[in-house]
């Protein structure tokens, strides 16, 4: 069984600078519900209920928003205004949380070695909450994925085709088609340039690990931009055993991005938040 889902929410946020200056990129709102919430949602569902963030200086938002605030909530008992806290109260409820913290951002590798004492020696679901994925009705991403983790017992990572101006910003995979919507990954590349990239299929937030990564993280060296990649950990469970890729039922929306945030509210505002 699969119990456990690591969220790295140490980076910077360079991308919405100044409002990320003094508060997580993971806490901006997409509507009326900060991204980190739909991720925490999404692996809920999908019964991952040992929930652990590797968090780092100035993310303490984060912790607050899965804890009780008991001025606030004492002041609007009974109230109207106490129905807006229902989401937060149900996944307080059903979820455990875990914090430890990454001292130096040195890359997704060296954030998911970080949670290595939090996750332990079982596998576990990732998920980049800046990549919301929404599903509507069906059954979310991870659940998806874990479906297919107890079924081949491998890490798995999600993948959409992007357009070819695209593959330049995602990890991008080769592999050997199994079925519809599903390879056994052969090699790679992160960030490739447009001719490096062996094919359309970019690797996006939403991984089911087995625990032999950390093990392989460790020995790793620092790849592109000198950080520590997790897709060149994951070439080489690929190379050893197998990884599977999956291209998932669902929209993405890359909430990192100016542009992909605003997709994403206005998407959320027409097909959720008036529904
Ligand atoms: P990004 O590449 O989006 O980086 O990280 P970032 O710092 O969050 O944002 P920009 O590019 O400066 O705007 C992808 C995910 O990996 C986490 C981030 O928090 C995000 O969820 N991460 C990245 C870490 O936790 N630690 C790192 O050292 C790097």
Redesign the pocket.
Not at 7 to 16: E, H, I, K, L
């Given at each position: 069984m699969i119990s456990k889902c690591l969220?790295?929410?140490?980076?910077?946020?360079?991308?919405?600078l100044p409002a990320?200056k003094s508060m997580p990129?993971?806490m901006l709102p997409i509507v009326n519900k900060p991204l980190v919430q739909y991720g925490v949602e999404e692996a809920l569902e999908a019964g991952l209920f040992d929930v652990g963030f590797?968090t780092?200086r100035g993310k303490r938002a984060i912790a607050d928003h899965f804890d009780v605030n008991y001025e606030l909530e004492k002041e609007i008992e009974g109230s109207s205004k106490e129905q807006y806290l229902n989401s937060i109260r149900d996944v307080m409820e059903r979820g455990k949380f875990s914090f430890t913290r990454?001292t130096?951002?040195?890359?997704?590798g060296?954030?998911i070695l970080n949670g290595w004492r939090l996750m332990g020696d079982e596998p576990f679901g990732v998920v980049?909450?800046?990549d919301l994925c929404l599903t509507g009705n069906e059954e979310g991403v991870l659940a998806q994925m874990v479906r297919l983790f107890n079924q081949f017992r491998c890490s798995i990572v999600a993948i959409q085709e992007v357009p070819d101006d695209q593959v330049s910003k995602f990890g991008v995979i080769a592999g050997e088609k199994m079925k519809e919507g599903l390879y056994q990954v052969s090699d790679m590349v992160e960030k490739p340039s447009l001719e490096e990239a062996p094919s359309n299929l970019a690797i996006i937030?939403r991984y089911i690990l087995t625990p032999d990564i950390f093990n392989v993280l460790e020995n790793t060296p620092p790849g592109k931009n000198g950080?520590l990649q997790l897709t060149d950990a994951l070439l080489t469970q690929a190379k050893n055993g197998c990884v599977m890729a999956y291209q998932f039922k669902g929209k993405r929306f890359d909430c990192?991005?100016v542009e992909g945030f605003v997709k994403a509210t206005n998407h959320v505002y027409n097909n959720v938040y008036l529904k």
């Open positions: 969220f790295p929410v140490a980076g910077y946020g360079t991308r919405f990320t990129k993971e590797v780092g990454q130096e951002m040195r890359g997704l060296d954030a980049l909450s800046d937030g950080e990192g991005s």
